[in-house]
């Protein structure tokens, strides 16, 4: 079964570490994407990445890093120099140049600074 | 600046009844909109879709109407029914494909 798998589903951190979220998709995907929400915000951009070794900031990339070595994996650091990182996280992926309504989203993981 | 607005934040309906969500947008230069439904601790899933060019996508229980004279869209579902109690954004793409999410609406279907 093809999709999105983001892990852990729930994931604690103290203030001050840095803490690494992680997207994995077998659909053959080009383009992933990370998402924040937090409670009447919805879902904002944070970082995207179109191919393999290349991905540009979203609109609240600051205190977070990703990369992209491989294809089927978009892995979302979040550090600490990310002022309020308490949030659902979601990761997302779809064909480059798939219209809009291609977007596979993952489970989310939330993320909890104690 | 919010691109696409959802200024209802919580809606109740009737079983039965139809459901409103509405949604409007800034940027004329948008010319793709969805809905996604989502459950608490899941992701979004894609609901229905409407391009610029058309005013009206149906999809069973599920109508969008656009109006880009307003730069208006509403989800319709009719008969409501008690799973489809979820948040609903609304959402919208430009030429990159980038998706603008809404800040959500929930909806409770009432029995």
């Known amino acids: 079964d093809g999709g999105i798998t983001q892990s852990p589903k729930y994931l604690f951190r103290k203030e001050g570490q840095n803490v690494t979220l992680s997207c994995e998709q077998n659909l053959n995907h080009d383009a992933m994407y990370w998402y924040r929400q937090d409670p009447g915000q919805g879902l904002r951009l944070i970082y995207y990445?179109?191919?393999?070794?290349?991905?540009q900031k979203g609109d609240i990339a600051e205190g977070y890093s990703v990369s992209r070595e491989k294809k089927e994996s978009f892995p979302l650091t979040v550090t600490s120099a990310q002022k309020n990182p308490t949030a659902f996280y979601l990761c997302?992926?779809?064909?480059?140049?798939?219209?809009?309504?291609?977007?596979?989203f993952g489970s989310g993981t939330r993320l909890t600074v104690v | 600046d919010q691109q696409v607005k959802q200024n209802s934040p919580s809606l109740s309906v009737q079983e039965g009844r139809i459901s409103i969500l509405n949604c409007d947008y800034t940027?004329?230069?948008?010319?793709?909109f969805l809905w996604y439904k989502k459950y608490p601790a899941e992701g979004p899933t894609f609901l229905i879709s409407?391009?610029?060019?058309?005013d009206k996508n149906e999809d069973g229980r599920f109508t969008v109407f656009l109006n880009k004279s307003a730069k208006h869209l509403s989800l319709h579902i009719v008969p409501s029914q008690p799973g489809d109690s979820a948040v609903y954004f609304c959402a919208a793409a430009n030429r990159d494909d980038k998706i603008i999410f809404g800040k959500g609406t929930r909806l409770h279907i009432l029995p």
């Open positions: 940027n004329s230069m948008f010319d793709y």
């Open positions: 409407i391009s610029s060019i058309k």
């Open positions: 997302a992926s779809r064909f480059r140049g798939q219209g809009a309504d291609g977007y596979t």
């Open positions: 990445s179109q191919i393999v070794n290349d991905f």
